[in-house]
């Protein structure tokens, strides 16, 4: 049974960091492309990162390009994002996935497991 297990979210000021942790079980890592998705309220769920399966590239969307990395730790089975220059507007719920990899910054309908997310609060 694929499952994902976030954490590391939590309450940051702006212009600080975090790092989010995605623990996978159930296959492996590389299979897969592994991309984070965060979900602000009253909008719709966006991708933001996305490590793409064997080949180990990545790609950002342009709102997080240069501030967010994502780094695949393959012993571990877990897909790290690290956080920098962090924004109000970065305040959501952050959730990891995987699937097949379609296009370089994923949409929500391309993802086939998701977990149940971790909640980033950015503010003084």
């Known amino acids: 049974q694929v499952q994902f297990v976030e954490s590391g979210g939590g309450l940051v000021q702006p212009g600080g960091s975090l790092r989010l942790s995605c623990v996978a079980s159930?296959?492996?890592?590389?299979?897969?492309?592994v991309a984070w998705f965060r979900q602000a309220p009253g909008k719709e769920r966006e991708g933001v990162a996305c490590?793409?399966?064997?080949?180990?590239?990545?790609s950002y969307a342009d709102s997080v390009k240069g501030r967010f990395i994502v780094v695949r730790d393959t012993a571990k089975n877990t897909v790290y994002l690290q956080m920098n220059s962090l924004k109000p507007e970065d305040t959501a719920v952050y959730y990891c996935?995987?699937?097949?990899?379609?296009?370089?910054?994923?949409?929500?309908?391309?993802?086939?497991?998701w977990g149940k997310g971790t909640l980033v609060t950015v503010s003084s």
């Open positions: 490590f793409s399966g064997r080949e180990g590239g990545t």
């Open positions: 996935s995987a699937g097949p990899l379609v296009r370089p910054v994923p949409i929500t309908t391309d993802m086939s497991y």
């Open positions: 159930g296959f492996t890592l590389n299979w897969y492309a």
